[in-house]
C-alpha cells in the first residue's frame, strides 16, 4: 500500500481516537465492567490501526508524534485493562 493510504487511515484511527476520548472520562466511574470491556475493545482496535501505519511512515515528525499517541493510548489500554481484572468493580457494585 501507498503511503497515501497509511496517512488516510491513520487520519480515520485519529479521528477515532478523539472521538472516544470525548466519549472516554478517566475520572468519570462508569457502571460496569460491559461498559470498560467496550472502551478497551475499542481502544485496541485503535491502537492496531495506528500501529500499522507507525510501521510505514517515513517522515521523522509524523513518527515522533505518533509513537507518543500510540504510547499514551497503550497506557489507558493497560488501565482498562486492570479495571476490569480488578476487585475495583466488585466494589463500585456493591456501592449501589
Known amino acids: 500500500m501507498s503511503h497515501i493510504t497509511f496517512d488516510i487511515q491513520l487520519q480515520e484511527a485519529m ?3 478523539v472521538k472516544l476520548l470525548e466519549d472516554d472520562d478517566p475520572k468519570v466511574v462508569l457502571k460496569g465492567i460491559q461498559e ?3 472502551l478497551y475493545v475499542r481502544y485496541i482496535q485503535i491502537y492496531r490501526k495506528m500501529e500499522d501505519c507507525f510501521d510505514q511512515i517515513v517522515h521523522a515528525q509524523k513518527r515522533i ?3 507518543r499517541t500510540l504510547e499514551a493510548c497503550i497506557g489507558r489500554i493497560l488501565e482498562l485493562r486492570h479495571v476490569c481484572n480488578s476487585d ?3 466494589s463500585i457494585k456493591h456501592k449501589r
Do not use: M
Open 88 to 90: 475495583q468493580l466488585s
Open 15 to 17: 479521528q477515532e481516537l
Open 65 to 67: 508524534d505518533l509513537r
Open 36 to 38: 470498560y470491556s467496550v
